[in-house]
């Protein structure tokens, strides 16, 4: 009895033996996935397409040995040492996969990589500030301005060479009341993949009233020095003056002008051609007077 369960133990160790060589020399297909991993790049290089994370590789092998490939993390080494930049194309070659002679392979997907390569750069741009809003129709910009006006930009060298300034825009609206200044930190406006040092700006925005020059008929007012009489020559003077549009809209400007000779500490007798002060509005400013001097005749 013992002989007998003997034999079956070696008849049995005998299948087993015979059924994993048999398994063992099956030669069977499969696909494999190999993440890429990127070799020897050059310094601040970069690939902006066409780089994939992994290809698949269709390779026929023992079964035994095919079934033990997902567990081994498999990597496809991709030089790319000898890049430059531009549009360039690398072969998956069978050579440099990490398998042995044991395996065939048949199809690899992709075989080849369009690469478009690129380098990193930095280089120094002017900001041209702008300013965007709506603006109460009676004022005007006088100018807008950005601190620091000359940032560092870094990123790929062909989309840089393309650029020689940045646009800064202040977007703000005043549909009524204006102030004299505005500022705000506001962002750089660059093309993707680019960053700029610093990545916002301080602007400031300077605003002043819409002006207008017009003709103004004056009387001339006449204070003599006691003792003496003056008498001008003309009653009324012109003057050119330049100020907000919306101080023309009516005629109660008038009531802050004034048009007065200018008579010495001591005035001789006789006629004279004597000077005029004028006294304007708030934001007018003389341009001509006409005439320049009034022709005046002091008597006792």
Same mark, same amino acid.
């Given at each position: 009895?013992?002989?007998?369960?003997?034999?079956?133990?070696?008849?049995?160790?005998?299948?087993?033996?015979?059924?994993?060589?048999?398994?063992?020399?099956?030669?069977?297909?499969?696909?494999?996935?190999?993440?890429?991993?990127?070799?020897?790049?050059?310094?601040?290089?970069?690939?902006?397409?066409?780089?994939?994370?992994?290809?698949?590789?269709?390779?026929?092998?023992?079964?035994?040995?095919?079934?033990?490939?997902?567990?081994?993390?498999?990597?496809?080494?991709?030089?790319?040492?000898?890049?430059?930049?531009?549009?360039?194309?690398?072969?998956?070659?069978?050579?440099?996969?990490?398998?042995?002679?044991?395996?065939?392979?048949?199809?690899?997907?992709?075989?080849?990589?369009?690469?478009?390569?690129?380098?990193?750069?930095?280089?120094?741009?002017?900001?041209?500030?702008?300013?965007?809003?709506?603006?109460?129709?009676?004022? @005007? *910009?006088?100018?807008? %301005?950005? $601190? +620091?006006?000359? !940032?560092?930009?870094?990123?790929?060298?062909?989309?840089? &060479?393309?650029?020689?300034?940045?646009?800064?825009?202040?977007?703000?609206?005043?549909?009524?009341?204006?102030?004299?200044?505005?500022?705000?930190?506001?962002?750089?406006?660059?093309?993707?993949?680019?960053e700029a040092s610093p990545g916002q700006v301080?602007?400031?925005?300077?605003?002043?009233?819409?002006?207008?020059?017009?003709?103004? @008929? *004056?009387?001339?007012? %006449?204070? $003599? +020095?006691?003792? !003496?009489?003056?008498?001008?020559?003309?009653?009324?003077? &012109?003057?050119?003056?330049?100020?907000?549009?919306?101080?023309?809209?009516?005629?109660?400007?008038?009531?802050?002008?004034?048009?007065?000779?200018?008579?010495?500490?001591?005035?001789?007798?006789?006629?004279?051609?004597?000077?005029?002060?004028?006294?304007?509005?708030?934001?007018?400013?003389?341009?001509?007077?006409?005439?320049?001097?009034?022709?005046?005749?002091?008597?006792?």
């Open positions: 009895m013992m002989r007998n369960w003997q034999t079956m133990i070696l008849a049995l160790a005998l299948a087993i033996f015979t059924w994993f060589l048999v398994t063992g020399r099956e030669v069977v297909e499969a696909w494999v996935d190999m993440p890429i991993v990127m070799t020897n790049p050059p310094e601040g290089m970069i690939i902006e397409e066409g780089l994939v994370d992994k290809i698949q590789v269709r390779l026929r092998g023992p079964k035994g040995l095919v079934a033990s490939l997902s567990a081994q993390n498999l990597t496809y080494p991709l030089d790319v040492s000898h890049l430059r930049i531009g549009e360039q194309v690398l072969d998956i070659v069978r050579d440099k996969m990490p398998l042995t002679s044991s395996y065939e392979v048949i199809e690899i997907k992709p075989n080849r990589l369009k690469l478009l390569v690129d380098r990193r750069i930095s280089k120094k741009i002017a900001l041209e500030a702008v300013w965007a809003g709506a603006l109460n129709s009676d004022y @005007k *910009l006088l100018e807008v %301005v950005a $601190a +620091p006006d000359l !940032v560092e930009i870094r990123g790929p060298e062909t989309k840089l &060479r393309k650029i020689s300034k940045a646009k800064v825009v202040l977007k703000e609206d005043f549909p009524e009341e204006v102030p004299r200044t505005w500022s705000e930190d506001v962002p750089i406006e660059l093309p993707d993949e680019i301080r602007m400031e925005a300077f605003f002043g009233p819409k002006t207008r020059d017009i003709w103004v @008929k *004056l009387p001339l007012q %006449v204070v $003599a +020095p006691g003792g !003496v009489k003056a008498t001008p020559v003309q009653d009324y003077v &012109r003057l050119q003056i330049e100020g907000p549009i919306a101080l023309f809209r009516n005629n109660e400007y008038r009531k802050d002008m004034a048009a007065t000779l200018v008579f010495g500490p001591q005035m001789a007798l006789g006629s004279f051609d004597l000077e005029y002060e004028v006294v304007l509005p708030e934001g007018c400013r003389l341009l001509k007077k006409n005439p320049e001097t009034v022709k005046t005749t002091i008597k006792k």
